[in-house]
Structure formats: structure tokens, C-alpha cells
């Protein structure tokens, strides 16, 4: 099975497993599956087993970090990364090499975390599909045929593959919540400004957030305690106690009053979506000092979204156009026309809205909807009509939206799947800098059910889809070399690697 930070970090810190063979287990998957899923971009396998054994003589000689010491991540390809390329999978960025790391990078490099590589988005950042990025498509683990989500499709399904233990990404409009919610993991997007967007390529100042990709809310939790906290050469970060959220799970939780807010989030949504939530709501009502419906003014205004891209995109788009994908092109062209006046108007407007909304917390703790009012499309569902991508993508990402707007905190976990065997995703928001609440919920919710042990099952029939992989020389036949094992062809699909099992980990 795959295991969670949780649980390998008690392994490593006890010297019951090494980083190195955890980090040789991560590429070997890589090798075997992102042929079919196009999860990751670019692997840097040398680097990751560099520092996986550095990770290794630290715990032996007794310099413990913490529970992400020696534990391999993957990073959005949106996070710079000093030395590595860096290119929201677009071509306008393949030659971009950052000088310096992104601050989320520097705060997990101090933290002991392992590297495996680059993860595909949408390009730029800028869709809720992944199907539009220079490398190809992003693939569901659940179902190849099916959309992983985005923008941060590859870091979800190189999640909910098992091929990484975790992945930092960025959220602007839902884009960790609702790939989270089609790859059935967990994802969490912080408080704006909890956590640093310093060295990450923005789609939109005002709404961009810094979040995780995560087997379970523990390992959130975990993530989260290393990557908040105050960044004073950032603008937009909170200067905010950070508090410690992993040690706060394991304690019950007082029970808190949950608002459903119907009139909006639970509209239009698939029956099989439907009835999920509704036996989570059941589920959770059992916990709760008490369930009430809510009335929420839902921004859906998306005027300061398309002006700040634009603005980000102006000098690109003015000298070399045609290196955008012509839909990414035609999105950041939307706000070519808004004018500095509306743009105030706007930003006037969301300090508002921001602040209104906090007055729905003196009446309840949290709020909860469906995180997605649909399971995942397919790839060829979505391809056969390409003028509707992005409605069909806005839908998708109605119900994560919002609290990008209102700035809260919001979390997507597993609460059920489909007939055809996708899953589903439920979401729980709280007031600003009340992390730890919506943890809380989360994990309570988590223990009580049995949906985040699921794992998708790739077999030896599953098919490359294409997609390009870069590498850091050939990481798998590095690893695997080391290891006294055969390397696994560059594009095999077959189970051969994922029957490797290191003490401890089998899958």
C-alpha cells in the first residue's frame, strides 16, 4: 500500500528504513507509471538520492529535522527551484532556469525533504483540466481516460499514484482542492498569506495561495507546520502564529457547528455526488455541536482575476505570442482591456468581501460542501468539444473558487466514489488563520471512514499515453542500479518495478 508521511517518517526516524530506499522506491514507480499518468515533467533522480543520503548519515548520527526528514516530494512545476528549470508547462518558459529557490523550497530543504523532480500543470497555471500543457496531458490514476484536474493535475496524480509522498502546489481558483477531489487525495489550501508565494509564477497576486497534495490530513498537518509562518520579503504574507498543527489531531475536538450552504455549493450536482456528500454531512452530524443551513453573498466575479493574469502575461504576450498555447493565449487576452480604474474598483471590492465574510462565523465553525459538483470527465469527452473546455473546466471549479476570494482556509478530502469507481471530494472551509480547526474536522471525519485507504490500481495492461519526461540523467536506471536491480525500460508500463518492496514498504 502506499504509506503516509506519518507512518515512514516513525520508520526512518527508528533507522527501520532509509530515505535512500524510500527515495529508489519513488523513482522506481516514476519509471514503471509516469509513462501512462504524465504526472511528472522532469526527474531529477541524481539530486534526489544525493540528498536522500545525506538525509540517511543525518538520522544515523542523530540530527533528526522533523517527521519530513529524509521524505520525497514533488514540486509543481510553477515553484522555482535554483538551477532547475522551471516552466509552467509552457514553452515560453522551457529555457527558464531560477537563480534562487522559491521560499516553500527553502523552508522544506531546511526541513529535510527530498526532491524527486517537476510536476505537469496546466500551462501557466491557467485551467482546471491539465489537458493543455507542452508536455501533454495530465492522466487520473483512478481511470487514464479521465482528467486528473488542475492546475495541479500532476502533482495530484503523482499523489494518488504513490509516486511521491506528498507535493507542493498553488491554488488560485481550486486548483489543489479540485484535482485533489478527481485524484482522491487530500489538498489543502491555507489562508491567503499563510504561506509564501514568493518564487512562484503567479496567475493572479490577489488570489494566488500555496497549498499541499497529501495521502491524509496527518500529513497535511505536517506539511503545512514546515511551509507557513511569516515571509517578510513578500508582501501578501501574514505575519500570523503559526501553531502547531500535527500535534493538535491526535486530541478530540470540541465539537464544532457546521453551516451547509445550499443555495449555492449543493446546486446542479451529480446524484452520485449527491448522495456521497450527504452521507458525510450524515457522518459528521454525529460529531458536531450542530448542523444549520447558511445564507452566503457568493462572489463569482472573475474581472480581477482576468486583469492581474493579463498583467503578469502583458510583456510575454507583446513579444513572443506564439509560444502560448492558443486557448492559454485567447484566456489571457480576456483582460487585455480592463482598465486601472476597475481594477481598483476590484481590489476595493474583494478587501470588502474578505472582510463580510467573517461575520458568518459567529454563527457557525466551519463550512462544508462537495468540493466538485461532478466526478471526473474524460479526456475524449472534453477533447471532442474544445470551445466548451473552459465552461466545462468552471464548473469543475465552482465550489473551490469562492474561498480563494474570501482568502479562508479549505480542504479537500475523499468522502466517496462513483459506480464507475472515481472519487469524490468534500470540503471543509473555516474563518482566516483557522488552519487548525479545518483540520481538525478533517481528521475526525478521515478516522471515522475508510475512503483515503482506497488506492487506484494501475495494472500491466495499462497503456503509455505519451506525454514528455525530462531527466536529470536516467533516475530509475540510476536508483535501480544502485540497488542491484534490473532498471526498467525508459517507457515500460508494466508492474515489473511496483512489485519492489524495501523493508517496510511494501505497497
Not at 498543527?245 to 453551516?259: E, H, S, T, V
Not at 454531512?281 to 472573475?302: F, N
Amino acid at each position: 500500500m502506499h504509506r503516509s508521511i506519518t507512518e515512514i517518517s516513525r520508520l526512518l526516524r527508528a533507522r527501520k528504513l532509509s530515505p535512500v530506499e524510500v527515495t529508489e522506491h519513488c523513482l522506481a514507480a516514476i519509471e514503471t507509471l509516469n509513462p501512462a499518468l504524465n504526472a511528472f515533467v522532469m526527474v531529477t533522480g541524481e539530486s534526489a538520492l544525493l540528498q536522500a543520503r545525506q538525509a540517511e548519515i543525518e538520522i544515523e548520527q542523530g540530527q533528526y529535522r522533523g517527521p519530513l526528514h529524509g521524505i520525497p516530494f514533488g514540486l509543481k512545476d510553477q515553484i522555482d527551484t535554483a538551477g532547475v528549470r522551471t516552466t509552467a508547462a509552457s514553452a515560453l518558459f522551457l529555457d527558464r532556469v531560477p537563480q534562487e529557490d522559491a521560499e516553500v523550497v527553502r523552508r522544506l530543504k531546511r526541513a529535510g525533504v527530498v526532491f524527486l523532480g517537476k510536476q505537469n500543470l496546466h500551462e501557466c497555471a491557467y485551467g482546471g483540466s491539465s489537458l493543455i500543457s507542452y508536455f501533454g496531458a495530465v492522466r487520473n490514476p483512478w481511470d487514464p481516460a479521465a482528467i486528473a484536474g488542475g492546475s495541479s493535475g500532476g502533482s495530484a496524480a503523482a499523489v494518488a499514484a504513490g509516486l511521491c509522498l506528498a507535493a507542493i502546489a498553488s491554488d488560485t481558483g481550486g486548483s489543489i482542492r479540485e484535482p485533489a477531489a478527481l485524484c482522491g487525495v487530500v489538498g489543502l489550501k491555507p489562508t491567503y498569506g499563510r504561506v509564501s508565494t514568493r518564487g512562484v509564477i503567479p496567475l493572479s497576486f490577489s488570489l494566488d495561495h500555496v497549498g499541499s497534495l497529501t495521502r491524509s490530513v496527518a500529513d497535511a498537518a505536517l506539511v503545512l507546520q514546515a511551509i507557513a509562518g511569516y515571509d517578510p520579503e513578500d508582501p501578501i504574507c501574514g505575519d500570523r502564529a503559526v501553531e502547531d498543527y500535527a500535534m493538535a489531531l491526535p486530541q478530540r475536538a470540541k465539537p464544532l457547528r457546521i453551516g451547509v450552504p445550499r443555495s449555492y455549493f449543493y446546486q446542479e450536482l451529480d446524484p452520485e455526488i449527491a448522495s456521497a456528500v450527504k452521507a458525510a454531512l450524515d457522518q459528521l452530524e454525529t460529531m458536531a455541536a450542530e448542523v444549520r443551513e447558511v445564507e452566503l453573498q457568493v462572489p463569482t466575479d472573475r474581472t480581477l482575476q482576468l486583469a492581474e493574469v493579463y498583467a503578469y502575461h502583458a510583456p510575454f504576450v507583446a513579444r513572443s505570442p506564439e509560444l502560448y498555447h492558443p486557448e492559454t493565449l485567447r484566456r489571457i487576452r480576456k483582460g487585455e482591456a480592463i482598465s486601472p480604474a476597475e481594477i481598483e474598483s476590484c481590489r476595493r471590492e474583494l478587501e470588502k468581501v474578505r472582510s463580510e465574510i467573517r461575520q458568518v462565523f459567529e454563527r457557525v465553525d466551519v463550512l462544508l460542501t462537495p468540493t466538485t459538483a461532478a466526478a471526473a470527465p474524460t479526456i475524449s469527452d472534453l477533447e471532442a468539444e474544445p470551445d466548451q473546455l473552459r465552461e466545462r473546466e468552471l464548473v469543475l471549479l465552482r465550489n473551490a473558487r469562492p474561498f480563494n476570494v474570501w482568502g479562508l482556509p479549505a480542504i479537500s478530502l475523499p468522502c466517496g466514489f462513483t459506480k464507475a469507481g472515481l472519487p469524490i471530494g468534500l470540503q471543509i472551509a473555516g474563518p482566516h488563520w483557522q488552519e487548525r480547526r479545518v483540520l481538525e474536522l478533517a481528521f475526525a471525519y478521515e478516522q471515522a471512514t475508510e475512503w483515503h485507504n482506497r488506492e487506484p490500481v494501475l495494472s500491466q495492461s495499462t497503456q503509455t499515453h505519451g506525454g514528455s519526461l525530462h531527466r536529470t540523467r536516467s533516475a530509475c536506471a540510476d536508483s535501480t542500479a544502485k540497488a542491484g536491480r534490473t532498471p526498467a525500460p525508459r517507457n515500460a508500463t508494466s508492474a515489473g518495478c511496483l512489485s519492489l518492496t524495501v523493508p517496510g514498504f511494501g505497497r
